[in-house]
């Protein structure tokens, strides 16, 4: 019996994903949205390279701090990065042709940029792009539906922020009501799908890939997934009211049948004679997480064997926790979320063990240095019992419960401004927080 991949360590470059020139409307980290600019470079491809640029320099500062002497192919490095990483100006890369995905572009240039060369037992999350095939945007922004809701909506928004007292939480609710109106009847469509390349094979648990690429597609669109409206005067962007997610139909569960379906759930086979022979990941993209979208399916997920399990849950967000009701990994699990838009609590740069959200964890804020505005964390809890039905209201439902982990062996490296930094993100260069530096955790104890 082999230990291939034994054990895992996590890695999360929490860098603050919301837009420039931010204006707060209700509180973003909550049921609130944000007025802002989205940062980037008018032309794609130079976009996708800068954001690159960064990205790489924060792994390469992690790879920097891990033990030399580790054995090769015994310890996965689970690299993961904030939702709505990558974007454009416009908010959306936005394309016309089903063969110009941008998705295809990006994860080509991910692929070299983190050669098995460099990074040989490393698997990439890396944050998440967001999309929308249109034959003609200036149309659709020209419209009379565009033009309307997004008049009302910067109206109320700039109301809001006069509004006082009582009539503060009237505007507000107004607010957000049109919004969920807006989205029952969208200008566009939008996709926003984690990016994942892996230097260790990716799998379905139905179906034997052999791929180094995949996504994964979030379904729950909230209030604050676009700026409400853009606080330089341009006109041409996607706004929230204008937008809307894919239906995806989880009637059959959550299982990947193919590298860039619309599921959740990937295998890494580490081979028939190995401890483990397999381990199952799921990614929750945000809002999805709190829509218990990988829980609901725990007891009738389409597995190959009865002894399968969800045992790694990630979730890349921007503006988003670990939720106890929505833990879906079983017995020794973990649960990863790195998240580019608010901090824990106040600490910023030191690791920190406590119960957030009811969840007892391990944790990391970082703060930017010149507007605390701009902020995000990483947070990892283990499961000790795993939850129990997939409604957690439900009569018997219970929800996981948590091992308490160490702060002993997190590290929290500060990452070099490049260059590319100040074009496409507002909050500073991030920090990389490594948890399980010189010893990572055992996969099953």
């Not at 454009?88 to 240039?109: C, K, R, W």
């Not at 979730?315 to 973990?334: H, K, R």
Request: charged share 15%.
């Amino acid at each position: 019996m082999t230990q291939r991949y034994s054990k895992i360590r996590f890695i999360g470059y929490t860098i603050p994903t919301t837009p420039a020139s931010m204006v707060a409307i209700g509180n973003p980290n909550g049921p609130g949205a944000v007025a802002g600019t989205y940062l980037g470079l008018e032309d794609f491809q130079a976009d996708v390279r800068a954001r690159i640029a960064v990205l790489k320099n924060a792994a390469e500062q992690a790879l920097a701090a891990l033990p030399s002497d580790e054995a090769p192919g015994s310890v996965l490095n689970l690299f993961v990065a904030p939702e709505f990483y990558f974007h454009g100006t416009q908010g959306p890369y936005i394309y016309g042709h089903v063969d110009a995905d941008p998705t295809d572009f990006i994860l080509s240039e991910l692929r070299q940029a983190f050669p098995a060369s460099q990074y040989p037992d490393w698997t990439f999350v890396c944050g998440s792009a967001i999309t929308s095939r249109v034959h003609d945007v200036t149309t659709i922004l020209a419209s009379n539906s565009t033009q309307v809701r997004n008049a009302v909506v910067q109206s109320l928004s700039e109301q809001w922020l006069a509004a006082y007292g009582p009539l503060n939480g009237v505007v507000f609710d107004m607010l957000v009501n049109f919004i969920k109106n807006c989205h029952s009847y969208p200008c566009m469509e939008v996709r926003n799908r984690a990016l994942i390349v892996s230097n260790v094979a990716l799998d379905t648990p139905t179906h034997s890939l052999g791929t180094d690429q995949m996504t994964c597609e979030k379904y729950f669109v909230s209030n604050e997934d676009f700026v409400l409206y853009d606080t330089t005067g341009r006109q041409d962007v996607v706004t929230e009211q204008m937008t809307a997610y894919p239906f995806i139909d989880l009637s059959d569960g959550d299982l990947k049948a193919s590298a860039k379906d619309k599921y959740a759930i990937f295998r890494q086979n580490y081979g028939p004679e190995n401890f483990p022979q397999y381990v199952d990941f799921g990614v929750e993209v945000c809002l999805d997480h709190s829509d218990v979208r990988l829980r609901r399916n725990i007891d009738n997920e389409p597995w190959p064997q009865a002894v399968d399990a969800l045992h790694v849950q990630i979730i890349p967000s921007c503006g988003m926790q670990i939720a106890a009701p929505s833990v879906a990994a079983d017995a020794m699990g973990f649960v990863f979320n790195c998240d580019g838009q608010y901090a824990l609590d106040t600490s910023n740069g030191t690791a920190c063990q406590g119960v957030q959200n009811s969840v007892q964890c391990v944790y990391a804020n970082y703060l930017d240095a010149s507007n605390p505005a701009y902020a995000g964390h990483t947070q990892l809890a283990r499961v000790q019992q795993p939850a129990v039905g997939g409604d957690p209201n439900r009569s018997g439902a219970s929800n996981a419960s948590f091992q308490t982990l160490g702060t002993q062996d997190m590290a929290i490296l500060s990452v070099p401004a490049v260059p590319e930094l100040a074009q496409c993100f507002a909050g500073g260069p991030g920090a990389v927080h490594i948890y399980g530096l010189k010893s990572p955790y055992d996969f099953y104890a």
